[in-house]
């Protein structure tokens, strides 16, 4: 199994910054990929960026060139540069962990970002 902890969500002005981390119990080496999702009040969570084992990203249309995901391996650590935030980017946000042969989703509890107009 793979816990996986997230910081870092809080309260910032449209325009403004924040940055995400993403903690997991075991050596993220290990771990098939590793991704952000968010969730807003009334909506189905999605995808808003991936990592995978080989550093490969992916991006959902509406964070390209504001968002960058990124690892450091030599802390189990993927974290998630919010850049030029918008209140639309306000959702709580969960860090998914895929691990294993099987390729099981693990999830964190999510962090709050809420982004003022």
Not at 31 to 42: F, L, S, T
Not at 104 to 112: L, N
């Amino acid at each position: 199994q793979v816990q996986v902890v997230e910081s870092g969500g809080g309260l910032v002005q449209a325009g403004g910054s924040l940055r995400l981390s993403c903690i997991a119990s075991r050596n993220i080496i290990m771990i098939n990929h590793m991704g952000w999702y968010r969730q807003a009040p009334g909506k189905q969570r999605e995808l808003v960026a991936f990592i995978t084992g080989g550093g490969s990203t992916n991006y959902a249309d509406s964070v390209k060139g504001r968002f960058t995901i990124s690892r450091d391996n030599a802390k189990n650590s993927v974290y998630l540069q919010m850049n030029s935030l918008k209140p639309e980017d306000t959702a709580v946000y969960y860090c998914k962990a895929n691990y294993g042969p099987i390729r099981t989703d693990y999830w964190g509890q999510g962090t709050q970002v809420t982004v003022s107009s």
